[in-house]
């Protein structure tokens, strides 16, 4: 019974680098569509956590200012459904981009 040696840092690197040359060579186009849909994706969660608290703060000063005015939501609540519109394409843009890839 042998051991298996642990892949170190250095082989995750090189196979994350040979994955990615990999992609280019087949499509650089997608692989850079690929690439900023994940980043997106990834931060997609602090932008609406962002523009929600933004939203909870307004609604606070709302109730402790009686002559403030709803309308100053508005613009905050269209900008959260502008950025859930593009959370939408960008999960399908990525979606396609798997697609065809494969």
Known sequence: MSKKKKPTFKDYISVAKWSVSANWKMSPSLTIINFLATIYSNLSGLINIYITAKIIDKIIEL????????????????????????????????????????
């Not at 109730?63 to 709803?70: C, E, G, S, Y």
């Not at 960008?90 to 890839?101: P, Q």
């Open 63 to 102: 109730v402790q200012t009686p002559q403030l005015d709803i309308k100053t939501i508005y613009p905050l609540i269209v900008i959260l459904g502008g950025v859930e519109i593009f959370n939408a394409g960008m999960v399908g843009l990525n979606s396609y981009a798997a697609r065809v890839r494969r």
